[in-house]
């Protein structure tokens, strides 16, 4: 190294020093910086603590089920109070494990969810389907079964929460607790007992110390129920008929129903009700009140089709309930179950009502006569075809007078027919009265009683109505075999169409078609015996039959059959009368009652007879004389 570089390299050092030396903190400026040195170190610690511990409260709050509910953006240090704020005291029940937990019985299994605690598939095990697969009542998330109410200013909906499930078992049956907690002592049970081989189970609401959260000034809650009703039948459109809601005011001996028909229908009931019913036509649901109702708003609407349901119906009913008492119970009843008249009726809430037996004089005849006839028979005769056809021969048998009573009556006016085309004759139409009194005098002579054809009829229509009522509501005739019918509840059909004709359907039911024929071959067997001019009757003759077979083509075949006997046996009667009876002779016996005279040489007058001349005399009419 020169000279010259050995001086630059020691200048450079002592001005380094030099500067090192002139710029060193002084002993308070370094006690300071140690100061700002630890003050920073300490801030950092702090926050590293509060971010573990941040990141701890969220991994937590990450594994409770309950976040799932909250949308994914949403911080995970707010989702625990946006879940309180939103749930309240019922924040841990709006996410949970959906469990099924199931009860049953020799009737009837229900299934139970964890989530709302409810009812959620009720299968009947001594009944199929249509298409031989299990029967099933309701089924799916669309059920709708739990409370509604406000708790902390904040409305609750029980459907949507988890309970926990508490299964027992009693003396009494089976017991089934599901519990909704609000605190560790505060909670709603629902509590479900199931009997063996029974239809109906208890059901009961429980609340303990819910007076803290519920409102004070409740006095009712509201209970909420919905289901879809499945199709269980063949004949969809026929079965709809029969499917409905029906209710029953408390104290009140009738039932208020739904029209089938409708597309939609919603009912306010604003007192008290016994019991809602959400029927199909062979099964029902039926939520019952031990005491009662408050009220209820029902509402039943039709579906776009009636492939796998028909109908989707809803109750919002109003519960008594004191949010007051610490402990209150809200006793209840749930069938789920047959509509079967005897089945119904032990129970002595009016049940039996569901069965569509028609008005007063036409319930009274099948309770009294036409049920207790066929559980007779059924229970020693297992062919329901031979039960229809053995009751057809016993009811026309009972019937067998007053039918001999009208065809004799419709003899008479046959054979009267030239005394009275010689009246007619004798008094034209502007003489109205004189030609009444005198068909009326020859009527008396003849014996004949105007009304003698239609009392008898009269009297057997109620009998032809109850039929119609009582077949296709039986479940005895459910899916019932007879020749070539598979299912005597629903209709025959020996030919299904590639089209469907209007009001007659897409298939042939060959009862309704046989019944249809025998019907026109006993109208034109009476209307040859009675020989009618009428004007129109023909017609009517041919036009009646056909409006029946395009009414009763998707009827009940347990029905068109048992009318399909009834006209065969009116036939073979008719035939066997017109054998019997000589007209002759009761032309004869006419001609000598109008030849013999009445008291004092005068021919008798009846009282109608009498009540017509008084009439014509007061409205000024000369009447002829004899």
Not at 29 to 51: F, G, K
């Amino acid at each position: 190294m020169d000279k010259n570089s050995l001086i630059g390299i020691t200048l450079i050092a002592l001005i380094l020093f030099g500067f090192s030396y002139w710029m060193r903190p002084s002993a308070e400026q370094i006690e300071r910086a140690r100061r700002q040195r630890d003050s920073l170190e300490q801030v950092m610690q702090e926050r590293n603590a509060a971010r573990q511990k941040e990141l701890q409260e969220q991994r937590a709050f990450a594994a409770d089920p309950a976040m799932a509910s909250l949308p994914d953006t949403l911080p995970d240090s707010l989702r625990d109070v946006r879940l309180r704020d939103q749930y309240g005291v019922f924040y841990r029940a709006v996410e949970g494990t959906r469990e099924t937990v199931t009860l049953e019985n020799e009737r009837m299994q229900v299934d139970f969810s964890t989530r709302g605690g409810r009812p959620y598939r009720v299968v009947l095990k001594e009944y199929m389907r249509y298409d031989s697969t299990a029967l099933v009542l309701f089924d799916g998330d669309s059920t709708i079964f739990g409370l509604n109410f406000f708790a902390q200013n904040r409305a609750v909906s029980t459907d949507r929460l988890y309970f926990e499930p508490l299964p027992e078992t009693t003396a009494d049956g089976k017991v089934l607790r599901m519990r909704l907690y609000a605190a560790d002592d505060a909670y709603l049970d629902y509590v479900y007992t199931m009997r063996p081989d029974d239809y109906m189970m208890d059901f009961r609401i429980e609340a303990v110390n819910m007076n803290r959260y519920i409102e004070a000034n409740q006095s009712t809650i509201d209970f909420e129920w919905q289901i879809y009703v499945p199709r269980q039948e063949k004949g969809a459109d026929n079965e709809n008929n029969y499917t409905s809601i029906h209710y029953k005011y408390l104290n009140e001996d009738g039932i208020e129903d739904f029209s089938p028909t409708k597309t939609s229908q919603t009912e306010k009931a604003s007192t008290r009700l016994s019991w809602i019913a959400f029927k199909q036509q062979f099964f029902t649901s039926v939520l019952l009140a031990d005491e009662h109702f408050a009220n209820a708003e029902i509402s039943s609407e039709k579906t776009a089709t009636f492939e796998r349901y028909l109908k989707k119906y809803h109750a919002a009913i109003g519960i008594p309930y004191n949010a007051q008492e610490t402990s209150v119970t809200v006793p209840m009843r749930l069938y789920f179950g047959p509509i079967h008249y005897k089945t119904l009726k032990k129970y002595r809430v009016d049940l039996e009502k569901l069965v569509p037996l028609g008005g007063s004089l036409v319930s009274w005849i099948n309770k009294y006569v036409i049920i207790v006839i066929f559980d007779w028979l059924n229970s020693f005769i297992s062919n329901y075809g031979l039960i229809i056809l053995i009751m057809t021969v016993l009811i026309k048998l009972v019937l067998l007078p007053l039918t001999y009573k009208t065809y004799m009556s419709t003899a008479k006016t046959k054979v009267l027919k030239p005394f009275l085309d010689e009246i007619n004759k004798k008094f034209p139409a502007d003489k109205a009265m004189e030609r009444q009194q005198a068909t009326m005098e020859l009527y008396k002579k003849a014996g004949i009683n105007p009304m003698g054809g239609c009392l008898p009829m009269l009297i057997q229509f109620p009998i032809l109505i109850a039929m119609f009522r009582f077949f296709p509501s039986s479940i005895e005739l459910r899916q019932q075999a007879f020749l070539w019918a598979d299912d005597l509840s629903t209709y025959d059909s020996i030919l299904n169409l590639p089209f469907s004709i209007p009001f007659y359907g897409d298939h042939v039911s060959l009862f309704t078609l046989l019944m249809t024929i025998a019907t026109i071959v006993s109208m034109k067997m009476s209307s040859g015996q009675s020989d009618s001019s009428m004007p129109g009757m023909k017609m009517m003759m041919y036009m009646m039959p056909v409006m029946f077979l395009f009414l009763l083509n998707n009827f009940s075949s347990a029905l068109t059959y048992y009318y399909l006997l009834a006209n065969l046996i009116t036939i073979g009667q008719n035939y066997f009368f017109s054998k019997t009876i000589d007209e002759g002779e009761i032309l004869r016996r006419v001609q000598a009652a109008s030849a013999s005279p009445g008291k004092g040489g005068k021919p008798a007058k009846s009282k109608f007879q009498q009540k017509l001349e008084q009439m014509a005399k007061e409205r000024g009419i000369q009447l002829p004389k004899r």
